[in-house]
Structure formats: C-alpha cells, structure tokens
C-alpha cells in the first residue's frame, strides 16, 4: 500500500480499474455498475490510509454536473409542457417523499447530516446528489473543519449502502414485481403499443432483425402510368415512396417533379418496401440494376430544434407539410443518450436526435425545416469554461428561509448553468459545440474521479459508521425506493392513466436508474419502456441533486 499513498494517480486509476471490473459482476439480471463498484474498492483502499487531493474531487464534479446538465437541457425544456408536467407528477412525488423520509430518518434517529444525505443519495440512487450534499456540507457554520470533514465522509458510506439495497429494490420493483401486480405480461403488452405506433409494419423481438429491410430501392419499366409527372406520382402516395431517378434510353434524367414520365423510361422508386411495391404495380415490371441510375442516399443526424416541430409526431409533421418531410425517411431517434421507437408516431422532443436517409437535397431541406445537422465539430472549450464559471456563481449565492441558510453549491450551480447552457445550444448549433461523444465521456469520466476520491476519504471512518447503524442503512436503502415507488404506481395508473409499460418505464426514470430500465427492456423484449423512462429521467436528473442542498440546509440549520 505504500506505494499507493505515495503515488495519489496510481491510486486514483487503479480504483476506477478495479471498480469497473467489480461493476460488470452479475447477480441474475442486476449488476453493480462501474460507479457503485468504484466506490467499494475505493472505500477498501481508503481504509488503508490512501488519499488524493480532494481538489481533485470537487473539478472531477463540475465537470460531470455540468455535462449532465448540458445533455439534458433541451430535453429538459421541451418537457416542459403539458405531456411532460403530466409525467413530472411522479418526479415531484419522488422528490417529496424520498426528501421527506430522509428528513425524517435524521429525527427520529438523531442523524449527523452527512449520514441523512448520504441515506438520500443511495436511496435515490443519484450519484449526484453526494456531490451537492457535500459541497453544502462544507459551507455550513458552527461546525469544526474535522466535523464536516467527518460528515463528508459518512456521506460516501451511508451512500454506498444505500445505493446497493436501493438498487437491487428498484430493479426487482419495476422489471419483475410490478408487471405482476399491473397484471400484465411486459413483452406483450409493449408488443402491443410497439405494433400500434408503427400501424402495419410487423413488430420485432430485441434480438431480431428484418430478413427484408424496410427501406428498399427497385427499378421498373414504365408500361403504364406514363403521363403523369414525378411529383403527381409521389403526391399521390404521400410521400412515402420517391423517384429518385430515371434512364430514358442511354441517358439519366434528373428526377424533378415536373418531369413527365414515358412510356419505356426505367424509373429507380425508393421508399418503405410495402409503398414500393405497390407503386410497382402501377409502373410496370420490376428490372434488374440499371448502370447509371442508382442514386446514393445521404443519411443524417439532424436535432430537433424547431418549436413548431417539437410536440408532434413525424407523421403528423408530414401531413401538415409534405414538402418538407417527403422522400425522407426516419431510421432512428435517440433522447438523452436513449434509443426510441423509430416510428412516425413517436412524438419528438427539442433536442431529440434522428436518424434520416434521403437524397441529400431532400434531406437538406428537411434539415432546414426541423432543425440543425449534427456536425462533429471540436468542443468549444471557451463556451465550456464560462458555463462552468458561471454555475460556480450561481452556487455561491445564499438564501436564507427562516433559520435554514440553502445555497446550491457549486453542484446545483453547475448543474443549472448546464442545462441553460446545453439548450441555447440546441437552439443556436452555430457556437458551444460539445459533441454527444465527449460530454458523455466527460460526464461518466468527471463521477467516476469524484466517486474514487470519495470512496478513499471515507475508507478509514466507514467501519465505524457501518457498525453503528447495520440495519438502518440497508432498510432506509430498501424503504425509501418502494414507497414513491409504489405511489408512483398507483397516480399513474389510476389518477394520470399512463400505460403500464411508459408506467414502468417512467418510474425507474423518476429513479435516474440506468441498471433499472435495461433490466425492464430486457424483460419487455422491447424499447417501448424508453417512452417514459426519458421524461422522467430528465425530470429528476435536475430535481434530484438540488435535494442535497436542501436536507442538508434543513438539518444543519
């Protein structure tokens, strides 16, 4: 161990090594995770004396509470809305409760602070809720720099507890006890949502994949429909299939509406494969590959931006404005690092991702409309640093509610600053590029640094805090999930009507539970889950770390 206290950065890689390791262990379908696997080597390694500079720790944190922020904001904004408040019912009843019975768990035991909100943090199993009660920690008066030192401390153990109790509670609760209490079967009843979002279209498994791809190109003969011009042809079909060329005798014509169609011409039709088809019948009989006439199709990833857009499905968009969405095909949507149905009546979001191909006109144009092409520019590091400067502001700002002095810390400052920052460049894409890729490496890079530094400054006072409280630790862990859960269940069920596979997915989103929601797709066979899991998710990746803050504020005072 020597040569650990010596060398404080091949103490701090060798945690996240060994924590990750540990993390990919697999009890039945639950794994720790990276993070909580982190945290338990770091806190047997800090027992041993090992430390790094806790400076360290507190730049690791505001850079992940930052990135956190900067990815969820424009979804976060465009939850802002009716369908969204509808689903922030159940984050705010998280918040109540889980805040609630913290709270109450410090009085009726006689808790110091950093045990009350290290029990919030794992109970919620937030990883950034240690991060704010911390940081608030260290700004309270009438304690000794060894008492607060001590309360950080037992943030981190009282947290790692919690967090397993709290985790393996909130996996077994969504993916297994709740389906049987809703009385369902969770791969058939996402089955049924999946197959009506995509009308027609056969749903699949989430281990299959289409023997005949649903986006096809075909050539044809015309030997009958000549007359008709390539935008009357496209017109009538809505859209879904294109002319995307056309050879008459040896030479290639540019597909523009106007361009009347003869009697001879070889036609290449791009579409939905059951559209192509049946465009097929009425063109003439199918060719093989003409030389010349295959047309390559751009695919691009374009955000959402568009206020006019966001709140509608695709489909929706199209039949309001066919000149925009027509010969453009979705092929994926992603939110907040999450994969969605990728189906024309999956309601976008601000800041949502898709997935389109078309001709690289069409696409243009459908950019144009929806909102901006991704483009893998560098990371503007001026506009990072200055959102991370002014969330430090922010958190320094103090308020004082009767005897309770609440400040947000440079967590919830950070955090806010993030999200303020992460929507007005979904809004303005031209500046502050922090490419998807990045922010998430920098997000899960900064918690897993501020975890391991954490784990080894609590190492040598776990012991004594585990010993004093061997049952309330993993029952408040246990408690402090079912309850909102379940309540949760039961308001949005009865009261908001929510459909039990969103319903389940939603509450381990109101959890911030990634080990949770795979474990509920696994089960589903399906990402239908996802549809209310992203709300929630964003919801209370804001909420939650600023109940760090507020306990904290509450009990010290």
């Not at 060719?287 to 966001?310: F, H, M």
């Not at 929510?498 to 959890?511: F, K, W």
Request: charge should be neutral.
């Amino acid at each position: 161990m020597n040569l650990l206290r010596e060398n404080p950065v091949l103490a701090l890689f060798a945690c996240l090594g060994l924590g990750y390791l540990v993390g990919r262990l697999r009890v039945g379908r639950i794994t720790l995770g990276g993070i909580c696997g982190t945290l338990i080597v770091s806190m047997l390694i800090g027992t041993q004396h090992v430390s790094v500079n806790s400076d360290v720790k507190n730049v690791a944190f505001a850079l992940f509470i930052f990135s956190l922020g900067y990815i969820a904001g424009p979804q976060f904004v465009s939850n802002l809305n009716a369908k969204g408040l509808r689903f922030g019912v159940l984050c705010a009843l998280e918040v109540v409760v889980v805040l609630t019975m913290a709270y109450g768990f410090a009085k009726g035991f006689d808790l110091d602070v950093g045990t009350a909100a290290g029990i919030l943090a794992g109970a919620a199993t937030e990883s950034a809720v240690v991060g704010t009660a911390q940081d608030a920690i260290g700004k309270l008066t009438g304690l000794s720099h060894d008492q607060i030192v001590q309360a950080q401390n037992h943030v981190a153990t009282a947290y790692s507890v919690c967090y397993l109790f709290g985790l393996v509670s909130i996996v077994l609760l969504t993916s297994q006890v709740f389906p049987l209490l809703l009385r369902i079967e969770l791969p058939e009843a996402s089955r049924k949502i999946w197959e009506r979002m995509r009308g027609d279209d056969a749903a699949l498994e989430a281990d299959e994949e289409a023997a005949l791809p649903a986006l096809v190109g075909r050539t044809y003969l015309v030997s009958q429909g000549e007359g008709s011009t390539v935008g009357d042809f496209e017109r009538v079909r809505d859209d879904l299939v294109t002319i995307e060329g056309v050879k008459r005798g040896e030479k290639v014509l540019a597909a523009e509406p106007t361009l009347t169609l003869r009697r001879g011409d070889q036609v290449l039709v791009v579409g939905r494969r059951a559209a192509v088809l049946d465009a097929g019948h009425e063109l003439g009989p199918e060719t093989a590959g003409v030389p010349g006439l295959d047309s390559p199709l751009a695919v691009r990833q374009v955000v959402v931006t568009n206020k006019e857009i966001a709140g509608n499905s695709l489909d929706r968009v199209r039949a309001q404005d066919g000149q925009y969405t027509g010969g453009v095909y979705l092929t994926a949507i992603q939110r907040v690092d999450h994969q969605l149905p990728a189906v024309g009546s999956t309601e976008l979001h601000q800041g949502d991702t898709l997935t389109v191909v078309g001709s690289r006109g069409r696409v243009d144009r459908f950019a144009a409309k929806v909102g901006a092409t991704v483009r893998q520019d560098t990371t503007d590091y001026i506009y990072i640093s200055l959102g991370i400067c002014v969330g430090v502001l922010i958190g320094m700002i103090t308020v004082h509610a009767g005897g309770a002095a609440l400040a947000l810390g440079t967590g919830g400052g950070c955090l806010i600053s993030g999200l303020f920052f992460g929507w007005l460049r979904s809004q303005r894409p031209t500046f502050g590029a922090y490419p998807p890729a990045a922010a998430q490496t920098m997000k899960d890079l900064g918690l897993s640094i501020f975890i391991a530094v954490t784990g080894l400054a609590a190492g040598p006072d776990a012991g004594a805090l585990l010993k004093e409280y061997p049952v309330l630790l993993p029952a408040a862990g246990v408690l402090m999930v079912v309850v909102p859960a379940f309540l949760s269940l039961f308001v949005g069920r009865r009261l908001l009507g929510i459909e039990p596979p969103i319903l389940i997915g939603a509450i381990a989103g109101q959890q911030c539970s990634t080990p949770a929601i795979t474990s509920i797709t696994n089960v589903a066979q399906s990402s239908v889950p996802m549809l209310g899991y992203t709300i929630t998710y964003t919801l209370s990746n804001f909420l939650l770390p600023l109940t760090g803050p507020v306990l904290v504020g509450l009990i010290g005072s």
